[in-house]
């Protein structure tokens, strides 16, 4: 039973929630092409916290959408949800994007489920879960081709969704493929497996805590 904060900055939205005994009773998110992350986090926990008449001081810990996604975002995240942990002594809860977003489709029946992010040219960031939100294929970087998760097509319908999911529809055509657009991740879907961990007293270690990148960052034109 807790009080917390989720962070969502992985993707081009910008996006925090509070959730009580894991339901969300507030939200504030901006989905900006610009990654405004930097100028808007802060002032929307601030909101945040108003509009739910609340301080930091009184939540109970921090839920951090860990990656893949934005090496910019996760880094701006992660630094904001340390500083709270650190100044006010509360637990962070570390919580891989594609597992959040996975879980926010896990109602869905006799489908595979593919959140999908965006990453560089030619690839994005996946992981496949059953219905049961098991992860049968664990988060890595995808290099996409005509015959991308063909084995998974074979003999399961296969939803993909998610900020890659143009690029998937460029590659992949079989009739097995269900495809979501315009879905991007959000801190609502952090708030029940964060109280599930919470729960388990599942917290990382705010020294060694760091964003899941899977890839090392490498320095190009793309706002990513």
Do not use: Q, W
């Amino acid at each position: 039973m807790a009080l917390i904060l989720c962070v969502e900055t992985s993707s081009k939205n910008c996006s925090v929630s509070i959730s009580r005994d894991g339901v969300v009773i507030y939200t504030i998110e901006e989905i900006k092409d610009s990654f405004l992350h930097g100028r808007k986090l802060h002032v929307f926990c601030k909101d945040l916290l108003s509009k739910c008449g609340l301080n930091l001081s009184e939540i109970d810990a921090y839920a951090l959408s860990i990656g893949p996604g934005s090496y910019t975002g996760l880094r701006i995240g992660t630094s904001t949800v340390k500083g709270f942990s650190f100044v006010f002594k509360k637990p962070i809860i570390a919580i891989p994007t594609l597992s959040s977003m996975a879980f926010s489709r896990s109602s869905m029946k006799d489908v595979l489920l593919c959140p999908i992010i965006d990453s560089r040219k030619g690839e994005v960031y996946a992981a496949i879960y059953d219905n049961n939100f098991e992860c049968i294929l664990s988060s890595h970087p995808h290099v996409l081709s005509p015959t991308s998760f063909s084995k998974y097509l074979e003999k399961n319908k296969i939803l993909f969704f998610g900020t890659g999911v143009g690029k998937i529809m460029e590659y992949i055509s079989n009739k097995n493929a269900i495809f979501e657009d315009n879905f991007f991740p959000s801190s609502k879907y952090l708030a029940t497996l964060a109280e599930m961990k919470y729960d388990k007293n599942e917290f990382s270690e705010i020294n060694s805590l760091e964003p899941l990148y899977l890839k090392d960052f490498i320095t190009n034109s793309s706002k990513n």
